[in-house]
T-cell receptor, first 114, second 116 residues
Framework: GQQVMQIPQYQHVQEGEDFTTYCNSSTTLSNIQWYKQRPGGHPVFLIQLVKSGEVKKQKRLTFQFGEAKKNSSLHITATQTTDVGTYFCAGPTRSGGSNYKLTFGKGTLLTVNP | DTEVTQTPKHLVMGMTNKKSLKCEQHMGHRAMYWYKQKAKKPPELMFVYSYEKLSINESVPSRFSPECPNSSLLNLHLHALQPEDSALYLC???????????????FGQGTRLTVV
Protein backbone atom coordinates (compact mmCIF):
# COMPACT_ATOMS: atom_id res chain seq x y z
CA GLY A 1 0.00 0.00 0.00
CA GLN A 2 0.91 3.66 -0.12
CA GLN A 3 3.48 4.61 2.48
CA VAL A 4 4.77 7.84 3.98
CA MET A 5 8.29 7.49 5.34
CA GLN A 6 10.08 9.96 7.58
CA ILE A 7 13.66 10.29 8.78
CA PRO A 8 15.39 10.60 11.12
CA GLN A 9 13.43 8.94 13.90
CA TYR A 10 15.25 10.95 16.58
CA GLN A 11 17.35 14.12 16.54
CA HIS A 12 19.08 15.67 19.51
CA VAL A 13 20.56 19.14 19.04
CA GLN A 14 22.13 21.88 21.08
CA GLU A 15 20.01 24.98 21.40
CA GLY A 16 20.83 27.28 18.49
CA GLU A 17 21.65 24.47 16.06
CA ASP A 18 19.53 23.80 12.99
CA PHE A 19 17.26 20.80 12.52
CA THR A 20 15.78 19.10 9.45
CA THR A 21 13.33 16.22 9.06
CA TYR A 22 12.59 14.56 5.74
CA CYS A 23 9.46 12.89 4.44
CA ASN A 24 9.07 10.61 1.42
CA SER A 25 5.97 9.10 -0.13
CA SER A 26 5.81 6.00 -2.30
CA THR A 27 3.27 7.82 -4.52
CA THR A 28 2.55 11.37 -5.65
CA LEU A 29 0.58 13.31 -3.07
CA SER A 30 -2.05 15.97 -3.71
CA ASN A 31 -0.83 17.78 -0.61
CA ILE A 32 1.37 17.23 2.42
CA GLN A 33 0.71 18.38 5.94
CA TRP A 34 3.00 18.84 8.93
CA TYR A 35 2.01 18.45 12.55
CA LYS A 36 3.81 18.96 15.84
CA GLN A 37 3.09 16.96 18.97
CA ARG A 38 4.58 18.16 22.24
CA PRO A 39 5.41 15.50 24.86
CA GLY A 40 2.13 14.48 26.51
CA GLY A 41 0.14 16.53 24.01
CA HIS A 42 -1.83 16.04 20.84
CA PRO A 43 -0.87 16.67 17.21
CA VAL A 44 -1.23 20.31 16.19
CA PHE A 45 -1.43 21.32 12.56
CA LEU A 46 1.48 23.45 11.35
CA ILE A 47 1.09 23.83 7.61
CA GLN A 48 -0.18 22.31 4.37
CA LEU A 49 1.77 22.37 1.09
CA VAL A 50 -0.08 21.86 -2.16
CA LYS A 51 1.99 23.03 -5.13
CA SER A 52 4.98 21.32 -6.72
CA GLY A 53 8.20 22.94 -5.47
CA GLU A 54 6.32 25.03 -2.91
CA VAL A 55 8.29 26.65 -0.07
CA LYS A 56 6.59 28.21 2.93
CA LYS A 57 8.07 29.88 5.99
CA GLN A 58 6.76 30.36 9.47
CA LYS A 59 9.30 32.39 11.47
CA ARG A 60 12.21 29.96 11.97
CA LEU A 61 10.44 27.05 10.23
CA THR A 62 10.83 26.42 6.49
CA PHE A 63 8.70 23.82 4.73
CA GLN A 64 9.36 22.48 1.23
CA PHE A 65 7.34 20.26 -1.11
CA GLY A 66 9.34 18.48 -3.79
CA GLU A 67 8.95 19.05 -7.52
CA ALA A 68 7.52 15.55 -7.97
CA LYS A 69 5.21 16.02 -4.97
CA LYS A 70 6.60 12.86 -3.38
CA ASN A 71 8.91 14.36 -0.79
CA SER A 72 8.91 17.17 1.72
CA SER A 73 11.12 18.64 4.41
CA LEU A 74 10.83 20.77 7.51
CA HIS A 75 13.84 22.85 8.52
CA ILE A 76 14.11 24.73 11.81
CA THR A 77 16.77 27.43 12.07
CA ALA A 78 18.41 28.10 15.42
CA THR A 79 16.37 25.69 17.51
CA GLN A 80 14.94 26.72 20.86
CA THR A 81 13.78 24.59 23.78
CA THR A 82 10.21 25.40 22.79
CA ASP A 83 10.77 23.44 19.56
CA VAL A 84 10.93 20.15 21.49
CA GLY A 85 8.40 17.60 20.30
CA THR A 86 7.64 15.08 17.58
CA TYR A 87 7.19 16.41 14.07
CA PHE A 88 4.97 14.36 11.77
CA CYS A 89 4.42 14.68 8.07
CA ALA A 90 1.11 13.37 6.76
CA GLY A 91 -0.30 12.86 3.32
CA PRO A 92 -3.60 11.71 1.84
CA THR A 93 -3.49 8.12 0.63
CA ARG A 94 -6.27 6.01 -0.86
CA SER A 95 -8.37 3.84 1.43
CA GLY A 96 -10.56 1.83 -0.90
CA GLY A 97 -12.66 3.29 -3.70
CA SER A 98 -12.59 7.06 -3.80
CA ASN A 99 -11.92 7.54 -0.09
CA TYR A 100 -8.75 9.14 1.20
CA LYS A 101 -7.21 8.94 4.62
CA LEU A 102 -4.42 10.94 6.19
CA THR A 103 -1.36 8.69 6.53
CA PHE A 104 1.27 9.84 9.00
CA GLY A 105 4.98 9.33 8.78
CA LYS A 106 6.62 7.73 11.83
CA GLY A 107 7.65 11.17 13.09
CA THR A 108 10.92 12.74 14.18
CA LEU A 109 11.38 13.34 17.90
CA LEU A 110 13.39 16.51 18.42
CA THR A 111 15.08 17.12 21.74
CA VAL A 112 17.00 20.33 22.43
CA ASN A 113 19.78 20.69 24.97
CA PRO A 114 19.70 24.20 26.49
CA ASP B 1 -14.20 28.11 18.22
CA THR B 2 -11.39 25.96 16.79
CA GLU B 3 -11.49 23.28 19.42
CA VAL B 4 -12.17 19.59 19.40
CA THR B 5 -13.24 18.54 22.88
CA GLN B 6 -12.79 14.99 24.10
CA THR B 7 -14.05 13.40 27.30
CA PRO B 8 -12.91 11.85 29.48
CA LYS B 9 -9.23 12.82 29.51
CA HIS B 10 -8.26 9.65 31.34
CA LEU B 11 -10.06 6.31 31.61
CA VAL B 12 -9.21 3.09 33.39
CA MET B 13 -11.45 0.16 32.57
CA GLY B 14 -11.57 -3.55 33.19
CA MET B 15 -11.73 -6.08 30.40
CA THR B 16 -15.42 -6.77 31.09
CA ASN B 17 -16.47 -3.12 31.24
CA LYS B 18 -18.40 -1.09 28.69
CA LYS B 19 -17.42 2.55 28.33
CA SER B 20 -17.74 5.32 25.77
CA LEU B 21 -15.41 8.06 24.59
CA LYS B 22 -16.97 11.31 23.45
CA CYS B 23 -15.84 13.96 21.00
CA GLU B 24 -17.42 17.28 20.05
CA GLN B 25 -16.60 20.01 17.55
CA HIS B 26 -18.46 23.16 16.58
CA MET B 27 -16.42 24.21 13.57
CA GLY B 28 -18.96 22.90 11.06
CA HIS B 29 -16.50 20.23 9.96
CA ARG B 30 -18.07 17.39 8.00
CA ALA B 31 -15.33 14.79 8.49
CA MET B 32 -14.56 13.31 11.88
CA TYR B 33 -11.98 10.71 12.81
CA TRP B 34 -10.88 8.33 15.52
CA TYR B 35 -7.18 7.61 15.84
CA LYS B 36 -5.29 5.33 18.19
CA GLN B 37 -1.78 6.31 19.24
CA LYS B 38 0.67 4.14 21.11
CA ALA B 39 3.70 5.64 22.82
CA LYS B 40 6.42 6.83 20.42
CA LYS B 41 4.27 5.91 17.41
CA PRO B 42 2.29 7.99 14.90
CA PRO B 43 -1.50 8.25 15.13
CA GLU B 44 -3.11 5.22 13.53
CA LEU B 45 -6.44 5.76 11.80
CA MET B 46 -9.37 3.70 13.06
CA PHE B 47 -12.55 5.23 11.62
CA VAL B 48 -13.65 8.11 9.42
CA TYR B 49 -17.11 9.64 9.33
CA SER B 50 -17.99 11.85 6.41
CA TYR B 51 -21.27 13.75 6.54
CA GLU B 52 -22.30 11.57 9.48
CA LYS B 53 -21.81 8.34 7.56
CA LEU B 54 -19.05 5.84 8.26
CA SER B 55 -16.76 6.03 5.23
CA ILE B 56 -13.63 4.24 6.45
CA ASN B 57 -13.18 1.41 8.94
CA GLU B 58 -9.52 0.38 9.05
CA SER B 59 -10.35 -3.23 9.92
CA VAL B 60 -10.83 -2.32 13.56
CA PRO B 61 -11.96 -5.14 15.90
CA SER B 62 -15.68 -5.09 16.71
CA ARG B 63 -14.97 -4.40 20.38
CA PHE B 64 -14.61 -0.80 19.16
CA SER B 65 -17.90 0.60 17.89
CA PRO B 66 -18.11 4.14 16.52
CA GLU B 67 -21.22 6.29 16.41
CA CYS B 68 -21.92 9.70 14.93
CA PRO B 69 -25.21 10.99 16.43
CA ASN B 70 -24.99 14.30 14.55
CA SER B 71 -22.51 16.46 12.66
CA SER B 72 -20.92 17.80 15.86
CA LEU B 73 -20.61 14.64 17.90
CA LEU B 74 -18.60 11.45 17.62
CA ASN B 75 -18.59 8.59 20.08
CA LEU B 76 -16.45 5.49 20.43
CA HIS B 77 -18.09 2.66 22.35
CA LEU B 78 -15.72 0.24 24.02
CA HIS B 79 -16.56 -3.30 25.12
CA ALA B 80 -14.47 -6.27 26.22
CA LEU B 81 -11.18 -4.54 25.54
CA GLN B 82 -7.77 -6.14 25.99
CA PRO B 83 -4.76 -4.70 27.83
CA GLU B 84 -3.03 -4.16 24.47
CA ASP B 85 -5.81 -1.70 23.60
CA SER B 86 -4.35 0.70 26.16
CA ALA B 87 -3.35 3.81 24.23
CA LEU B 88 -4.14 7.48 23.60
CA TYR B 89 -7.37 7.75 21.60
CA LEU B 90 -7.54 10.89 19.54
CA CYS B 91 -10.54 12.41 17.88
CA UNK B 92 -10.03 14.79 14.98
CA UNK B 93 -12.14 16.75 12.53
CA UNK B 94 -11.55 18.44 9.20
CA UNK B 95 -13.55 20.54 6.80
CA UNK B 96 -13.54 17.80 4.20
CA UNK B 97 -11.74 14.76 2.89
CA UNK B 98 -7.94 14.60 3.31
CA UNK B 99 -7.64 14.25 -0.46
CA UNK B 100 -8.74 17.84 -0.89
CA UNK B 101 -6.83 21.02 -0.08
CA UNK B 102 -7.44 23.12 3.02
CA UNK B 103 -8.49 20.07 5.00
CA UNK B 104 -6.11 20.20 7.91
CA UNK B 105 -7.09 18.01 10.84
CA UNK B 106 -7.86 19.52 14.21
CA PHE B 107 -7.15 17.07 17.01
CA GLY B 108 -8.68 16.86 20.45
CA GLN B 109 -6.47 16.42 23.51
CA GLY B 110 -7.21 12.71 23.54
CA THR B 111 -8.39 10.14 26.05
CA ARG B 112 -5.62 8.20 27.71
CA LEU B 113 -7.10 4.73 28.10
CA THR B 114 -5.74 2.01 30.34
CA VAL B 115 -7.29 -1.46 30.21
CA VAL B 116 -6.63 -3.58 33.28
Amino acid sequence: GQQVMQIPQYQHVQEGEDFTTYCNSSTTLSNIQWYKQRPGGHPVFLIQLVKSGEVKKQKRLTFQFGEAKKNSSLHITATQTTDVGTYFCAGPTRSGGSNYKLTFGKGTLLTVNP
Amino acid sequence: DTEVTQTPKHLVMGMTNKKSLKCEQHMGHRAMYWYKQKAKKPPELMFVYSYEKLSINESVPSRFSPECPNSSLLNLHLHALQPEDSALYLCASSRGSPGLTNTEAFFGQGTRLTVV
